[in-house]
């Protein structure tokens, strides 16, 4: 069984500082992993998405993740901040048979304050 | 583009009613998913269709039906309403081979 831990529940930042929210996942094979965000009463959006190759890529809106196999990790990171960020991010995994639907972590609710 | 459309996006029932939800996407994606939302639970799978006419059960199937006559739409009903049943139920879909899924905007169940 695979699963995603975003150990942190909410992150406050303020505009223009750097961002990284955390995601760590268990799983036996090779993962294909997601970042998405949820603005409020909207659907999920995808951020960015990690197979293989280059571990760190890039996304929509100066979003970037890095991908460490020894660490399990996938963490985001974004540069600097802008109020509009402000969101719940959800990292997601992605088994080898990727039709059986996505594990998602609990999420991580980012606040940026002006 | 495409887009996902579900409906209602609000739907208050009484408990030990059965209820449905909708999901339309003109994506021609094959497979469909629902993920139910709890606040503070992140998503979880409740059904999939890989093809029009398949069911494949979720993690959170216990409770619910789902219905796939065409390719463009995927129905979950809520076979017997439960005062815990509130929570935001997310429709999503992908073409088969690939994993990107795009998710439409939600239907908030309420149950009094």
């Known amino acids: 069984a695979q699963s995603v831990t975003q150990p942190d529940a909410r992150v406050t930042v303020s505009e223009g500082a750097s961002l990284q929210l955390r995601c760590k996942y268990s799983?036996?094979?090779?993962?294909?992993l997601f970042w998405y965000v949820q603005y409020p009463r909207q659907g999920l959006q995808l951020l960015l998405k990690y197979y293989s190759g280059d571990p760190v890529v890039q996304g929509v809106n100066g979003f970037e993740a890095e991908f460490s196999k020894s660490n399990s990790s996938f963490h985001l990171r974004k540069a600097s901040v802008h109020w509009s960020d402000s969101a719940v991010y959800f990292c997601a995994l992605s088994a080898f048979n990727y039709a059986q639907g996505l594990t998602f972590g609990l999420g991580t609710r980012v606040s940026v304050f002006p | 583009g495409g887009i996902i459309t579900q409906t209602p996006k609000f739907l208050i029932g009484q408990e030990g009613q059965k209820l449905t939800l909708k999901c339309q996407q003109n994506f021609n994606h094959d497979t469909m998913y629902w993920y139910r939302q709890d606040s503070g639970k992140g998503l979880r799978l409740i059904y999939y269709s890989i093809t029009e006419n398949d069911l494949q059960k979720g993690d959170l199937s216990e409770g619910y039906d789902a219905s796939r006559e065409k390719k463009s739409s995927f129905s979950l009903t809520v076979t017997s309403a439960q005062k815990n049943e509130m929570a935001v139920f997310l429709c999503a879909s992908s073409y088969r081979g690939q994993d990107t899924q795009y998710f439409g905007p939600g239907t908030r169940l309420l149950v009094l």
């Open positions: 799983y036996s094979g090779t993962p294909y």
